[in-house]
């Protein structure tokens, strides 16, 4: 997420040219957009970490069931 953040800051102010920002190419955006589309396309799925964000997600939300079950039972 930080990364995308990074592109479209970079991208609105290149485009109002804010500072030395003017003078930046637009390929080095252009670059990083690829980069960020080969890593959340590619590599993030290569390396499993998109399936664990959401397994702890799911581990979390099983946790806060089981808490609140026995909560309930008191």
């Known amino acids: ?3 995308i953040l990074l592109i ?3 991208v609105v102010l290149r485009f109002f040219e804010v500072w030395h920002f003017a003078e930046l190419s637009w390929w080095w955006i252009v670059g990083l957009m690829a980069f960020a589309f080969a890593w959340f396309e590619y590599i ?3 390396l499993g970490w998109d399936k664990k ?3 702890d997600e799911d581990e979390k939300r099983r946790q806060a ?3 609140n079950t026995f909560d309930k039972r008191k």
Do not use: D
């Open 8 to 10: 479209a800051a970079l």
């Open 44 to 46: 993030e799925p290569m």
């Open 65 to 67: 069931r089981v808490k």
């Open 1 to 3: 997420m930080p990364l």
């Open 53 to 55: 964000k959401a397994h």
